[in-house]
């Protein structure tokens, strides 16, 4: 009875040891000891050994900027197949621009001289010094400085493009101004250059180019006062010539060349060809009277392009544009004259071609003196100029009469629409059926005519 009682009221029982090997639960009895332990008790035979796992290939981590620690060649693999690619397309540009530069360089050496002999100035730089300059180092010193820049040949050729470069002259009696474009080979582009040539072998009509100097003189042609208004003034305006002339258009081409300028200028396409027993047997005359070039065709020119040989292309006199004219404005004369020479190489002097360069320099002088014909000698080339000019305005008018007809349809189209849309539906049924009556009467009597 005393047990059941002793149950009942929870009696203490004595605390029970941990049993052993019971690692669900921590023996928090003993503190532990406040000293650190001891440095000698790890020891490396001691030690557990550490996972079996392979470091054959592997390097250690360091830091971040020790390239050359935490990567190899192998990483590279990429970049050394590219690499080399991308040096030998940058060294090939570079040669190609400076190959390009130095030819066309040599082209403005040689010419620069009969350049700067026959005009006032040469390149895109005058020869006039600035206000700062002569401020800083006073006038004669400033005048010179700028006088040796305007002769510098790197002013007076200007690159618009690795394969074309250009110049500019002004400043001459008949001439408004020179342009002059160099146009060279595509050496910073091989593949470029490649796939120009195959086409040209396989296209006739679009043939491989060539390295060429293209040269267009613009002509005064009496508008001096417009183009250049402080020429010819005061004393010196009664000593100034008249310079117009007769407006034709006259050619002498390499025979190579004549298929393609023909079909692809429209001023020649006005011409009529004809071999020279004076010229060269690879050469033929493009005109439009007989008497033009039997003027024009000098012994002098005649012995420049002998001399030029193959390296002459064409020599153009034309008042008429290179495209067909589209509007009546196209068709205002704008005499110029053209020259067309193939480049020689870097080391070869332009003795050949320089006769026939400075011979289309002083060519606006001998038109000037000599390109007025008999009446009878432009008669045909007036009248060529004139049905051309009555085509255009013909489909000028057309084209206007069609914008007047489709101008009065819509306005009868608004008309009839509003006074529909004032009617009642019995009124658009009675209206409808007239206009449907009145169109099958105007259909029977087409009909009819046509019959």
């Not at 010229?279 to 033929?284: I, M």
């Amino acid at each position: 009875m005393a047990d059941f009682v002793k149950g009942l009221f929870g009696s203490q029982q004595p605390a029970q040891a941990p049993v052993a090997g019971d690692d669900d639960f921590a023996d928090f009895a003993g503190a532990p000891s406040p000293e650190p332990a001891s440095l000698d008790a790890f020891t490396t035979d001691s030690a557990q050994p550490s996972s079996a796992t392979s470091t054959v290939g592997q390097v250690p981590y360091t830091k971040w900027y020790r390239v050359w620690e935490r990567t190899t060649l192998d990483d590279f693999k990429t970049e050394m197949y590219i690499l080399p690619f991308i040096i030998l397309v940058v060294a090939v540009h570079l040669w190609g621009t400076s190959k390009n530069r130095k030819k066309a360089t040599h082209w403005m050496k040689s010419h620069a001289p009969v350049l700067q002999q026959e005009f006032a100035q040469v390149g895109y730089i005058r020869p006039q010094a600035s206000v700062d300059d002569v401020s800083a180092m006073g006038l004669m010193q400033a005048t010179e400085k700028a006088k040796k820049d305007a002769v510098s040949v790197e002013n007076m050729l200007r690159e618009k493009k690795a394969g074309e470069y250009m110049t500019y002259a002004t400043g001459r009696q008949n001439i408004a101004f020179i342009d002059f474009k160099v146009t060279l080979a595509k050496r910073y582009n091989p593949l470029m250059r490649l796939g120009e040539s195959l086409v040209g072998l396989f296209f006739e009509s679009m043939p491989a180019p060539e390295e060429r100097m293209e040269a267009t003189s613009y002509v005064f042609d009496g508008r001096e006062a417009l183009i250049a208004p402080g020429f010819g003034k005061g004393e010196e305006k009664k000593s100034v010539p008249k310079s117009t002339f007769d407006g034709f258009v006259w050619a002498v081409v390499h025979k190579d060349l004549m298929k393609r300028l023909r079909e692809d200028r429209y001023d020649l396409s006005l011409t009529t060809t004809k071999d020279h027993a004076k010229l060269p047997v690879w050469t033929t005359v493009m005109s439009e009277n007989a008497e033009i070039t039997d003027t024009l065709l000098t012994p002098e020119l005649i012995k420049a392009i002998t001399e030029a040989g193959d390296r002459f292309e064409a020599l153009v006199v034309s008042d008429q544009p290179m495209d067909q004219p589209k509007k009546l404005d196209d068709t205002v004369p704008k005499k110029r004259i053209s020259l067309s020479l193939k480049l020689l190489p870097s080391t070869t002097p332009y003795t050949p071609t320089l006769p026939l360069f400075s011979y289309f320099i002083r060519m606006p002088d001998q038109l000037v003196s000599v390109g007025r014909f008999r009446p009878e000698a432009m008669r045909r080339i007036k009248q060529t100029r004139e049905e051309q000019i009555a085509k255009i305005r013909k489909l000028d008018d057309d084209e206007k009469a069609e914008e007047r007809k489709l101008k009065g349809d819509k306005e009868k189209k608004e008309k009839r629409d509003q006074m529909l849309g004032r009617m009642t539906a019995e009124e658009q049924r009675k209206y409808l059926e007239k206009e449907r009556e009145r169109e099958g009467k105007r259909r029977e009597k087409k009909k009819t005519v046509k019959a």
